[in-house]
């Protein structure tokens, strides 16, 4: 009898052994074995300010124009702060103003109906020692500045304009006619094949000069003037802030990226609005690099480069400052056209973590949910948790993971493993219909480091070609739909390993369900997955072997 129940006990201990152990598993697999999951989202704490008002009339400012309003609205800035705090008020009207320092416990709002004109005078920015991706570098003082403050806001329904027109160079073949043609009539410098406008001679120095944008050793700001028009602004710049809160502005036309925040805490952005050209070459919408409890909603992003991206420092200089950006939220946010919808990288050497992006649609952009890197950068981008995405009339890929950016992708060459080199894992995205994109699907790692730990569910993606897995490991794609319009070939593997497919759904006139690359391609499952809709069901070249693909229906 005794031996009987301990024997039952030692069932029991076993089978909870492996409920807890199969909890776990599940946890991890939804996003739950962190601190944060969906049902517990990382919080931003929203500044609060005293109900003091501060009206830029009060201080000389005059609404004409014409009348540069800097020394009035900064004035107005530092009274607020310095009688602890309150709202600074910009009314109605059309303000111009040179760039603009923010100081804590200050709400800077932009009235509905209010212009904010960042001047067309570049002589008003003078240079300061500033940040290009991750690098000290010298730049014109950006329109709107906070460097370590606390209790900060910028809100309101009014514009932030930045002028950004005067300070980028741009091709004709991204003009129409008759904007040309304006432009050149503008001044500037015209290229000797007539092809590309530039604002000024300056900024034409400082293209045909190497490593103006970084801050060398021994060089003072004073170095630089040659060149000061090509060093151009970021239009707002926050930087070591702490409760910072953007809030239903509209922030355009900015001269390189436009919302950069740095090495903040408790960031929230809600409701707010930027628009810059689709021709706005480093027209990122909003950069969130190295920050710390962030939240993005309701927002709507139309930008010349990417649309929502988190960074964390660039190459050696981010993985000593090594600090990532970490627990973040992105939801209810619409980005029309830009490189990217939802982005990571490639700056990303301090690492990315802890992010959850929902309920978000891109239409028009390059690629949808984009995360790339390349050798050298270092850092690791995990635990990124995104569901419920609407894209449509995607450029490219509807999703890319890529490891070589900007760089060409010689799968031959392996060098060795360091804290140069990058890593994606543990990414659960869920929940995806795509209608138009060139590719539904891209994974492409390193030879010498996989992407890791990809994990797509419950998508229909309707586009031209189907899925690249190159130099992946452990990718599960489940209820996963490609309607593509070229049947050639559906899926391609490259040295790829630990892959399932499960209930994997294809047009009925498929060439090729798989094409199988590589020597370290094993372990690919296909489960409940109609292989018989396909002419053929897989090809093995370049040393794949015929094992490494395992079909169970």
């Known amino acids: 009898m005794v031996l009987k129940i301990k024997y039952i006990k030692m069932r029991l201990n076993k089978a909870l052994l492996m409920a807890n152990l199969f909890f776990a598993v599940s946890a991890l697999v939804l996003g739950q074995s962190n601190k944060y999951s969906w049902t517990n989202l990382p919080a931003a704490e929203i500044p609060h300010f005293r109900n003091d008002t501060f009206n830029i009339l009060n201080y000389g400012a005059v609404a004409d124009g014409i009348t540069l309003n800097t020394n009035s609205i900064n004035k107005t ?10 709202v600074v008020l910009i009314p109605q009207g059309y303000w111009l103003t040179g760039p603009i320092v923010l100081k804590s416990n200050v709400n800077l709002h932009i009235s509905h109906a209010a212009v904010l004109q960042f001047t067309d005078d570049k002589s008003q920015y003078p240079l300061v020692l500033g940040d290009f991706e991750g690098h000290p570098s010298p730049r014109n003082q950006s329109p709107i500045t906070g460097f370590n403050l606390t209790n900060i806001a910028i809100t309101g329904e009014g514009i932030i304009d930045g002028h950004g027109e ?17 432009l050149v009539a503008s001044g500037g410098i015209i290229s000797e094949n007539g092809k590309e406008w530039y604002p000024s001679q300056s900024y034409l120095n400082g293209l045909k000069s190497k490593n103006v944008l970084n801050m060398e050793s021994g060089k003072t700001l004073k170095d630089y003037e040659n060149v000061k028009d090509f060093l151009r602004p970021n239009m707002v710049v926050l930087n070591g802030c702490k409760k910072v809160l953007l809030q239903n502005t509209t922030f355009q036309n900015s001269p390189a990226w436009c919302l950069h925040t740095i090495l903040c805490q408790e960031l929230t952005v809600q409701g707010v609005h930027v628009r810059n050209n689709w021709n706005a070459h480093n027209g990122d919408a909003i950069d ?3 920050c710390k409890d962030v939240l993005v909603e309701g927002s709507t992003f139309d930008a010349g480069d990417d649309g929502i991206c988190v960074k964390s420092g660039r190459d050696e200089e981010g993985r000593r400052r090594g600090v990532p950006t970490e627990n973040m939220v992105v939801r209810d946010c619409i980005v029309y056209r830009a490189h990217g919808g939802f982005v990571i990288g490639s700056e990303m050497s301090g690492g990315a973590k802890n992010i959850f992006v929902s309920n978000c649609t891109f239409i028009g952009t390059d690629i ?8 050298g950068r270092g850092g690791v981008v995990e635990k990124i948790f995104i569901k419920n995405i609407s894209m449509k009339d995607i450029i490219h890929e509807a999703i890319l993971f890529d490891m070589y950016y900007q760089v060409k992708a010689d799968k031959k060459e392996m060098i060795p493993v360091s804290d140069a080199t990058p890593q994606f894992r543990e990414f659960y995205v869920s929940n995806v219909v795509c209608n138009g994109a060139e590719k539904a699907i891209m994974v492409r790692g390193l030879p010498e480091m996989s ?3 990809i994990h797509l569910e419950n998508m229909t993606l309707k586009t031209q070609y189907g899925v690249d897995l190159i130099e992946a490991e452990d990718i599960s794609l489940k209820n996963v739909t490609i309607n593509t319009h070229d049947t050639n070939t559906l899926v391609n593997i490259d040295n790829g390993s630990n892959i399932i497919f499960d209930n994997l759904k294809y047009n009925d006139n498929t060439n090729l369900l798989f094409s199988v690359g590589g020597e370290k391609s094993a372990d690919i499952k296909v489960l409940k997955t109609n292989v018989l809709a396909a002419k053929k069901k897989a090809e093995f070249i370049n040393g794949a072997n015929e094992k490494s693909l395992k079909i169970s229906n």
């Open 166 to 182: 005067v300070w980028r160079d741009i091709g004709k073949d991204r003009l129409i006619e008759s904007d040309w043609k304006k």
């Open 288 to 290: 969130v690099e190295s």
């Open 77 to 86: 800035i530092d009274a607020c702060s310095a009688k602890g705090g309150g």
């Open 368 to 375: 949808g949910l984009r995360f790339k890197t390349t050798r």
């Open 451 to 453: 992407i890791k730990g």
